[in-house]
């Protein structure tokens, strides 16, 4: 079974910066596409980004698109989110996500993440 560890979120002022992480069990076919999720209260769990092992060809959701940026380190099947200037309606949990094929949206996913909270506040 595949297992993803996210870890990185926490209680920041708006204007300041955070980095998520995400550690996966495996790095084949099953994960072949990693990809971050957030999930404010009350609201459907929106794509952030996604990355692909193999060739590391990021794309980051347009809304978020100039402060987040997703990273992937295959030495140490680890995933990252890079997030600056954190806004309020940033809060959310953030999932780590991965999938065989191309993630466009939560349906697409195989693979979740316990998640992890991030809270911004002004």
């Known amino acids: 079974q595949v297992q993803l560890v996210e870890s990185g979120g926490g209680l920041v002022q708006a204007g300041g910066s955070l980095r998520l992480s995400c550690a996966a069990s495996?790095?084949?076919?099953?994960?072949?596409?990693m990809g971050w999720f957030r999930q404010a209260p009350g609201k459907e769990r929106e794509f952030v980004a996604r990355?692909?092992?193999?060739?590391?060809?990021?794309t980051v959701a347009d809304s978020v698109k100039g402060r987040f940026t997703i990273s992937r380190d295959n030495a140490k099947n680890t995933v990252y989110l890079q997030i600056n200037s954190l806004q309020p309606d940033d809060t959310a949990i953030y999932y780590c996500?991965?999938?065989?094929?191309?993630?466009?949206?939560?349906?697409?996913?195989?693979?979740w993440g316990q998640g992890t909270q991030v809270t911004v506040f002004s």
């Open positions: 990355v692909t092992w193999a060739t590391g060809h990021t």
């Open positions: 495996e790095r084949t076919l099953r994960t072949l596409y």
């Open positions: 996500a991965a999938a065989p094929s191309l993630i466009l949206h939560y349906g697409d996913v195989s693979y």
